[in-house]
């Protein structure tokens, strides 16, 4: 190995000595989905920065969606996939496939996943001890729920006994039904609430917030909530990145330092964006 090459490395484990002083002993969320949760390589990637994270004291919690291996369930008993504004409609058999798929397949292979690597990883759900509670959202939607409260216990139990709390975002019905699928980004930003979390990170399989959709080189690296408004009125957040930054508003206005969109796409972007200098995603506060 060159000297530079080892004057690179040194530089940046020196370079992470304050970011994991700075989050020592504090809750940071975090939203696993899309690509990085499908390639292995990324898949990989997230998984050891999840345990290097953990391993220098911060407390990490994990809460992931799983459309892709819904849809993949559907389709292999026959059934079609159906959106409506943007949500999965989930009718009661559809309800079904998704308790089975994320509290148990994904979940659960994640947790696996985890601890094989040396982490010490709990799978949880948002029914177990009324972690999610939730109502209908819309009638549209089928049993798609709008979370009314949270209650962390069973998550800060985790975390205090050293694990990584891993949450497939399923919630309790309050109003009926038993259980109701749940938007994954709202839920990490619900739980981020909840726990009092520092920082909440949303992996998605885009840059970050751009002004320009096309150009990658137009990069929000910082906006405040203040400018969120504008940014609306201007086309520049829209579609399926409108409901990532509300959910980051949200949380940010409820007591989260800050939130971050940022590109699960690019392999250990979670060490990228919490140990070094070079934040590469967009951070709202």
């Given at each position: ?112 996943t985890l601890n094989q690597t040396g982490g010490r990883a ?50 309790q019905g309050t109003d009926g039904p038993a259980a109701y699928n749940i938007n994954a980004d709202t ?99």
């Amino acid at each position: 190995m060159s000297d530079s090459l080892v004057a690179q490395r040194a530089q940046v484990l020196a370079e992470a000595l304050p970011y994991i002083q700075k989050y020592y002993g504090k809750t940071v969320v975090v939203k696993y989905g899309g690509n990085a949760m499908i390639s292995d390589e990324l898949r990989r990637a997230v998984i050891s920065d999840l345990i290097l994270l953990h391993l220098v004291g911060i407390r990490v919690v994990v809460v992931h969606g799983g459309g892709p291996e819904i849809t993949e369930m559907l389709r292999k008993i026959g059934k079609e996939s159906r959106f409506v504004d943007g949500l999965r409609h989930t009718d009661e058999e559809t309800m079904d496939v998704v308790q089975q798929v994320l509290c148990g397949k994904v979940n659960k292979n994640l947790v696996a996943t985890l601890n094989q690597t040396g982490g010490r990883a709990v799978g949880l759900c948002g029914m177990d001890a009324g972690l999610f509670q939730a109502r209908m959202l819309d009638e549209k939607y089928g049993l798609v729920g709008e979370i009314t409260a949270v209650e962390p216990r069973v998550v800060v139990d985790s975390l205090e006994n050293g694990y990584i709390p891993v949450v497939s975002t399923v919630a309790q019905g309050t109003d009926g039904p038993a259980a109701y699928n749940i938007n994954a980004d709202t839920a990490a930003a619900k739980l981020a609430v909840a726990l009092g979390a520092e920082k909440l990170l949303l992996l998605t399989d885009v840059r970050g917030l751009l002004r320009d959709p096309a150009d990658e080189g137009t990069l929000l690296p910082e906006v405040r909530l203040s400018q969120v408004p504008g940014l609306v009125k201007d086309g520049v957040i829209k579609g399926g990145m409108l409901p990532k930054v509300e959910c980051c508003v949200e949380a940010v206005r409820s007591g989260v330092k800050n939130a971050v969109i940022l590109d699960g796409r690019i392999p250990h972007s979670l060490l990228i964006e919490l140990l070094s200098d070079a934040g590469i995603g967009t951070m709202l506060l």
